[in-house]
């Protein structure tokens, strides 16, 4: 986040004296992002406690719940549409997901255009502010409308392209520690009943 903001908002590498560098312009959000919410398949409790729990079912701000089969298969940002759509500073909820997954029909399906990554949309949604494009007193929403109309800074592709080659590295092991601390959650959840239950004897293990 912090890197991102010296490369895209203040300009830090370009010696620009805080200026637009050449060949950056200013567009909006609607610019740079492509949605898939056409995608998006709502299942109801009831439905998904009839599935075996294989795949992440996400909702607008976390994780639900796993279902049987999948919608998206690859990285994507999820950003809030209804319900608790931004925290209390006024920032969009994301989640940052990948693999195989399904999504309700209570969060945007988000990947990049102009040669934005995943990874960079994430990192300029942290830091760009959509308080005054939430509508709704009781529910909360972010529409697709308003959301494309947040203005953007978009730089030049080259910068772009080396910015992302800084930090695929830090996203992969990102993704890589999710992915062990799932790892490791499933087998303190398979190991911890049988433990209890004595079924697993320890008692002559040395520690």
Do not use: C
């Not at 740079?32 to 909702?59: C, N, T, W």
């Not at 601390?181 to 087998?187: G, I, P, S």
Request: charged share 25%; no cysteine; glycine share 6%.
């Amino acid at each position: 986040k912090a890197l991102y903001k010296d490369w895209f908002f203040d300009f830090s590498p370009f010696s620009t004296e805080g200026n637009l560098p050449d060949s950056w312009r200013i567009g909006t959000v609607g610019d740079i992002i492509q949605f898939h919410d056409s995608k998006r398949v709502p299942l109801s409790g009831a439905e998904r406690d009839k599935m075996e729990k294989i795949y992440p079912y996400y909702g607008a701000t976390s994780l639900m719940d796993y279902v049987d089969n999948y919608l998206f298969d690859g990285i994507y940002l999820l950003l809030g549409e209804d319900g608790t759509v931004v925290d209390n500073l006024g920032f969009p909820i994301l989640q940052y997901v990948y693999g195989q997954f399904w999504v309700n029909n209570h969060a945007h399906i988000i990947t990049g255009k102009e040669d934005f990554s995943v990874e960079e949309l994430y990192l300029l949604f942290r830091l760009t502010n959509i308080k005054s494009i939430v509508t709704g007193a009781v529910q909360q929403k972010v529409s697709q409308q308003n959301l494309k109309k947040v203005p953007a800074i978009i730089p030049s592709k080259e910068s772009l392209r080396t910015f992302d080659d800084l930090i695929q590295p830090i996203f992969a092991q990102i993704r890589n520690l999710r992915d062990e601390n799932t790892r490791l959650a499933d087998l303190r959840d398979t190991l911890l009943p049988r433990l209890m239950s004595g079924e697993l004897d320890v008692s002559k293990i040395e520690i």
